[in-house]
């Protein structure tokens, strides 16, 4: 009998009348050239008792049909009013129907309806397209990986961190809001090296979900890479616990998404990390945003990512890592014509070498310094210098930009600096002053442009780093490949 069993279950998967989906059936797409897209929901606060539960099933269908995603990822704060059990069944069937894998982190509403963690997982672990799970044991419940495999199905390409942000601290002197602790940060480390020492020693590109926004979420707040809507404060735990850091030292993680700020949906750029806030999904929940979801969507074999706000109106916020330039720049910047008239004689930079009195800005060079020398090098360097105090250089060449986009340059200098592209200053680093980085951006087409850094050393202290972003080049200082003398 169980022979025949088996033959019939295999049968109707077959058909198509059972499905079964699993972690393994997650990767990167031929049909989609080699991209994969998330769809961010959170905070549905679902309340079966509730007539907005009908709405918000209408935005989630919306987006999955207008969008077309690979997974669902629901970060907390899901289920907040009993039935648990029934709520869950509820949100679950939206995927369901709609053919959606999808995985879940709790948030720290989630375990106030009746049911602990744990029981959140036992309800929806064998669900049809439920590809989470309840992880190893360590505090929380749902801290677990989903790796994303290659389009040829061969490896592993890219890596999804699912953490438990937990709900309330033991103690009410410790805040209000409990953080990830130090158990699971270990389990991140290991398993972030386990996955690495398994590609060759090369970090995969990841990016973590959990609900309750970390502290470093308040260092983006007013930055020039920082794009969305903040209406409220960032509610993070009051207690540091070293996540982020972890992060940064594994060299693996792009970006964290998180929800819980009903009115934030801003991402930005920390220490090469994006730190994003999702847009707020149900109806019920506390808030003046349109509902709807973030999409994120990611590249094969890249560090990169697209990251935009979808609601029933609409895109809002295209956001591209690692650069952190935005639709926003594309739509409002007008782009410098490639330098056709100009040809390039060879790979380098060229320099002129001043020395001079006490320098205190880059106007100065000019009256205060002299000429000592000039010469061509491969890239920009303080090695023509012949003193440590009082000199200046001027680097002047050609750019080739390899495509049509917004390019976001930086100088790190001590003392001043200024970068101009096509007679255009792009970053004004200028003064006397310690090492200090200054940013600025420009819309260029494809080809040659003209280049020019100035830098000057007052005393005590002497660097120069030149570096680029833009939609598709992770930072880096500008290569020697892309610099060039001109005829």
């Given at each position: 009998m169980k022979k025949y069993i088996a033959i019939l279950l295999i049968l109707l998967v077959c058909s198509g009348m059972v499905h079964t989906f699993g972690q393994?059936?997650?990767?990167?797409?031929?049909?989609k050239n080699g991209q994969f897209k998330i769809a961010q929901f959170t905070d549905l606060h679902w309340d079966n008792k509730s007539p907005g539960c009908a709405e918000t099933v209408e935005v989630i269908k919306y987006v999955l049909?207008?969008?077309?995603?690979?997974?669902a990822m629901l970060t907390g704060d899901i289920i907040t009013a009993p039935p648990a059990r029934e709520g869950w069944l509820s949100v679950a069937r939206i995927f369901e129907e709609a053919k959606?894998?999808?995985?879940?982190?709790?948030?720290?509403?989630?375990?106030?309806?009746?049911?602990?963690?744990?029981?959140?997982?036992?309800?929806?672990?064998?669900?049809?397209?439920?590809?989470?799970?309840?992880?190893?044991?360590?505090?929380?419940c749902g801290n677990y990986t989903l790796p994303i495999m290659s389009s040829d199905g061969t490896k592993i390409a890219s890596v999804l961190y699912c953490l438990d942000s937990n709900n309330k601290p033991a103690a009410h002197k410790y805040g209000h809001y409990d953080w990830i602790h130090a158990d699971q940060i270990d389990w991140y480390r290991k398993t972030s090296a386990a996955y690495t020492a398994n590609n060759n020693n090369q970090p995969l590109p990841s990016l973590a979900?959990?609900?309750?926004?970390?502290?470093?979420?308040?260092?983006?707040?007013?930055?020039?890479?920082?794009?969305?809507?903040?209406?409220?404060?960032?509610?993070?735990?009051?207690?540091?616990?070293g996540l982020f850091c972890s992060f940064i030292e594994k060299k693996d993680m792009m970006g964290v998404f998180?929800?819980?700020?009903?009115?934030?949906?801003?991402?930005?750029?920390?220490?090469?990390?994006?730190?994003?806030?999702?847009?707020?999904?149900?109806?019920?929940?506390?808030?003046?945003?349109?509902?709807?979801s973030?999409?994120?969507?990611?590249?094969?074999?890249?560090?990169?990512?697209?990251?935009?706000?979808?609601?029933?109106?609409?895109?809002?916020?295209?956001?591209?890592?690692?650069?952190?330039?935005?639709?926003?720049?594309?739509?409002?910047?007008?782009?410098?014509p490639a330098q056709t008239s100009i040809g390039k004689e060879a790979q380098g930079i060229s320099y002129t070498y001043y020395e001079g009195g006490r320098l205190k800005k880059i106007a100065e060079i000019e009256t205060n310094a002299k000429k000592i020398k000039e010469g061509t090098i491969e890239n920009f360097s303080l090695?023509?210098?012949?003193?440590?105090?009082?000199?200046?250089?001027?680097?002047?060449?050609?750019?080739?930009?390899?495509?049509?986009?917004?390019?976001?340059?930086?100088?790190?200098?001590?003392?001043?600096?200024?970068?101009?592209?096509?007679?255009?200053?792009?970053?004004?680093?200028?003064?006397?002053?310690?090492a200090r980085r200054v940013?600025?951006?420009?819309?260029?087409?494809?080809?040659?442009?003209?280049?020019?850094?100035?830098?000057?050393?007052?005393?005590?202290?002497?660097?120069?780093?030149?570096?680029?972003?833009?939609?598709?080049?992770?930072?880096?200082?500008?290569?020697?490949?892309?610099?060039?003398?001109?005829e």
């Open positions: 393994d059936n997650i990767r990167f797409g031929f049909d049909s207008i969008e077309n995603p690979d997974l959606m894998p999808w995985a879940v982190v709790l948030g720290n509403h989630d375990d106030e309806t009746g049911v602990t963690r744990e029981e959140v997982f036992d309800i929806i672990e064998n669900l049809p397209y439920f590809v989470g799970e309840k992880g190893e044991k360590m505090t929380g979900f959990f609900h309750i926004p970390i502290l470093e979420f308040n260092n983006i707040v007013g930055k020039e890479t920082t794009v969305g809507i903040q209406k409220e404060g960032v509610a993070s735990p009051e207690i540091n616990s998180v929800g819980h700020d009903h009115d934030n949906d801003y991402i930005g750029i920390d220490y090469d990390i994006a730190l994003g806030f999702g847009r707020t999904t149900g109806i019920d929940a506390y808030g003046i945003l349109e509902r709807g973030r999409i994120i969507n990611l590249y094969e074999n890249k560090f990169r990512f697209d990251t935009w706000i979808r609601t029933r109106k609409g895109t809002a916020f295209a956001y591209y890592f690692p650069s952190g330039l935005s639709s926003v720049d594309e739509e409002s910047m007008a782009f410098l090695d023509p210098a012949v003193t440590v105090d009082s000199f200046a250089l001027v680097f002047k060449g050609l750019i080739d930009i390899p495509e049509r986009g917004v390019y976001r340059f930086y100088t790190y200098s001590d003392d001043g600096s200024r970068l101009s592209i096509d007679n255009q200053v792009v970053v004004d680093n200028d003064g006397s002053h310690n940013d600025g951006k420009v819309a260029l087409e494809a080809g040659l442009h003209e280049l020019e850094v100035i830098y000057f050393e007052d005393y005590m202290g002497e660097v120069l780093e030149v570096g680029w972003s833009s939609r598709s080049i992770r930072e880096e200082q500008i290569p020697d490949e892309v610099l060039f003398v001109s």
